[in-house]
């Protein structure tokens, strides 16, 4: 499977190497370069530079042909746009977006957008963890 | 007329202070707190606190009941979330975005912003309109009906130098509106002939374009 992931923070380059293992191809873009470094030097795939909203920028990733895109920027914003982008422009099939505002993760669910909210699995998490006595 | 503005930026602000006077209800939304104090200090009551594209923002400002939407950040994505939540959240009835990157129109026009402007593009055009030489440039879309107005500078080389209008073979739908000659304001008719150099003002769909470059061959 090909598989653009946009973000290179710890989700994106623990997605990114957790693929490369599985034998997938991944590119992973990250618009600031020292981000790269959180992925393992055994990286076989592609390392893009650039802004993820930007269309140049996704077909150097190789958008026009992935399976797949994430969105794990920091930006739920960012991460909106360029999955929409994915997915009506590149016509990709496979779009996941993390959100980390509630609110508005329920707002792009009901949109069709296929959506993580970390911040609801998180607490949820928490609680069950508070829970045991 | 009720309008929530995105953005407290120069945009936002003139904006505000525009439909205000044009007598409007109007609410603007600035999520920085030392920007919004400044712009309350001009706008008063008008300006609100707050992140546009959050939903807890936009139902304290009513949005529900909102006619127009108007997102004008700096940021396309952030205009772009505003008028997505406002539209599906509280189905507000139209919304406007304001377009940095004019590549991102067919996206937001596929996502159902109902109106994003383009500085960038409504600039370009200008310019280029402005420059020397042969050109054929896209001066504004009137979206409603469907039509382009076109600037083109005939060439020294065109096809239909010499010719009066109505010996030109205009493409279906075309209507030459306008030709700037020199210092000269000319409202064409039939017998009106074509030099070079002239500058021609066309209005007609997309798709008469290409035909009309061709006749005058225009750039």
């Known amino acids: 499977m090909k598989v653009v992931i946009l973000g290179c923070g710890r989700v994106g380059a623990t997605l990114a190497t957790q693929l490369d293992k599985a034998g997938h191809h991944v590119a992973v873009i990250d618009n600031n370069h020292d981000a790269f470094q959180r992925l393992e030097p055994t990286f076989r795939g592609e390392k893009v530079m650039g802004n993820g909203v930007e269309h140049q920028v996704l077909k150097r990733a190789g958008i026009e042909t992935a399976d797949a895109f994430a969105a794990v920027t920091n930006g739920d914003n960012r991460n909106i746009m360029a999955s929409q982008i994915a997915k009506e422009i590149f016509q990709v099939k496979k779009v996941v977006c993390r959100i980390y505002d509630p609110l508005r993760q329920n707002t792009y669910d009901e949109i069709g957008l296929e959506t993580i909210c970390p911040t609801v699995v998180g607490a949820d998490m928490l609680f069950q963890a508070l829970s045991i006595k | ?219």
């Open chain 2, 1 to 219: 007329m009720y309008i929530i503005i995105g953005g407290g930026g120069d945009v936002g602000y003139y904006l505000t202070s525009n439909l205000l006077s044009h007598g409007h209800e109007v609410l603007l939304l600035e999520k920085n707190s030392a920007r919004q104090q400044a712009l309350s200090e001009e706008l008063g009551q008008a300006v609100l606190r707050g992140d546009a594209c959050e939903a807890r923002t936009l139902e304290e400002a009513g949005a529900q009941r909102a006619d127009v939407i108007i997102a004008v950040t700096g940021e396309d994505e952030d205009n772009l979330v505003i008028c997505q939540v406002a539209k599906q959240r509280f189905h507000v009835a139209r919304t406007i975005a304001r377009l940095n990157n004019p590549k991102n129109e067919v996206l937001f026009q596929k996502l159902g912003i109902d109106v994003s402007i383009s500085p960038t593009k409504s600039i370009l055009s200008l310019i280029e309109s402005e420059l020397p030489g042969p050109h054929f440039v896209n001066i504004m879309t009137l979206k409603k009906a469907g039509l382009e107005i076109v600037q083109l500078s005939v060439p020294s080389v065109s096809p239909v130098i010499g010719k009066h209008l109505n010996q030109i073979n205009l493409p279906r739908r075309c209507t030459l509106a306008l030709i700037i000659r020199g210092d000269e304001t000319i409202f064409p008719s039939g017998e009106t002939p074509v030099m070079a150099n002239d500058e021609v003002y066309a209005l007609l769909t997309r798709e008469s374009e290409e035909e009309l470059r061709r006749t005058f061959g225009a750039a």
